[in-house]
């Protein structure tokens, strides 16, 4: 069974750091992982998919890299901003289109 | 742009009562899925088709049923609510393949009392 862990859980910078999210998974026979990115009473916002045979993937201040065989992923924020707080899951997809999800990283930037 | 709609947006049951979120998506989509959002738990998939007149199980299907008559329609079904169903339900939907992202709708919070 998938197993997806997200660290750290929460996080609280000040504005203009650069983050790193991690994303650990047991399996390693993905079709692909999809970042995703959730505003406190809101629905999932899809922010980057990352096919297995990436390496990594690329959106304005967002890069996300993929290890598959160590069933890792990274997502890197730039330059963070106060509007970047939110609640960053990742999801790796096997069989089926079923994703699996980790409990998330709770992001806070503060000006 | 409507893109994966859910109705109602919040939701309140009496134990035993029963009730049907709707799921809808104008996008064309094959594949349609329900997850539940527990604290501490994340996503959990309860049931998803690969098209119309296909529906299998997640992770946590029971007490839940659905169906799939049309591509743009997947409801979920609570037959009798139980407080343990309380949550944040989230409809999802994705093109065939694995090369496209699945797009989220914007959920139903349901409370049991």
């Known amino acids: 069974k998938q197993e997806v862990t997200q660290i750290p859980a929460a996080l609280s910078v000040p504005e203009g750091e650069n983050l790193v999210l991690n994303c650990s998974f047991t399996d390693s026979a993905i079709y692909n992982l999809q970042w995703f990115r959730q505003d406190p009473g809101k629905g999932l916002t899809s922010l980057l998919l990352?096919?297995?045979?990436?390496r990594e993937q690329t959106s304005g201040r967002l890069n996300a890299s993929l290890d598959k065989s160590s069933g890792r992923s990274t997502l890197y924020i730039a330059a963070s901003q106060p509007g970047d707080s939110a609640t960053y899951l990742c999801?790796?997809?096997?069989?089926?289109?079923?994703?699996?999800f980790g409990t998330g990283t709770r992001l806070q930037v503060f000006p | 742009n409507a893109g994966v709609t859910q109705t109602p947006k919040f939701q309140v049951l009496k134990t035993g009562q029963s009730m049907t979120l709707q799921c809808a998506q104008d996008?064309?989509?094959?594949?349609m899925s329900w997850y539940r959002q527990d604290p501490g738990m994340g996503l959990r998939l309860i049931h998803y088709?690969?098209?119309?007149?296909?529906?299998d199980q997640g992770e946590v299907p029971n007490g839940y049923n659905v169906s799939r008559s049309t591509t743009e329609d997947f409801p979920l079904r609570l037959l009798s609510a139980a407080p343990s169903q309380t949550s944040v339900y989230f409809c999802a939907s994705g093109p065939a393949g694995r090369d496209q992202p699945q797009h989220f709708g914007d959920g139903t919070r349901l409370s049991i009392l």
């Open positions: 990352i096919q297995s045979s990436q």
């Open positions: 088709s690969v098209g119309a007149g296909i529906t």
């Open positions: 996008m064309n989509h094959e594949y």
């Open positions: 999801a790796p997809l096997k069989d089926t289109d079923k994703l699996i």
